[in-house]
């Protein structure tokens, strides 16, 4: 029997993306499900399926993430700062630190996870080799052997454009089977399809 495998769409910008990257985890690991992790180009999805980076929302809509940010931290019990100091940062990089993971079956969740930490709990810069050298050492991985970084921006821009064709529009985002799941608040209902697929 094949395993079922999750697909994530991330960028490394979004504190829902990190929010959920746990919980997925958790989620792939009780289902016996392989979690297949693409970072993707933030601007280049919103640019082609309409969304708006969060310099050019409303006012109205900036509040309100802030006030759902708070709500979601809170249930959470996680220490997201909102507005870290570095954000947004490059995720070029890291983006490309986590591509090198998946594909050399080093923990690119994980990696993602610790990635996300540093932003979002530790307010560091993702975009410097030393922040992402901690969140390997974090993750259990070995920075040397990611190799060249720059060798995966083929497959990040792959990925956006696959993420686009496959109608990704907003992130976290989560697909199995064909169906999308938008949102790490959607995760109940993620894991109900893995249980009714099992």
Known sequence: MTQKSIDYYLTMNSPWSYMGAGRLGDMAARAGCQVNVYPT???DVFGQTGGLPLGKRSPERKAYRLVELKRWTDFLEMPIIAEPKYFPADDTSAAHAI?????????ALTLSQELGRAQWELQQDFSHMGTIAAACSRAGIEVSALGELDDYAEQFEANTKEAIARGVFGYPSYLVDGERFWGQDRLDFLARKLTASN
């Open 41 to 43: 180009k933030f601007m």
């Open 99 to 107: 591509i090198s993971a998946q594909e050399k079956g080093l923990g």
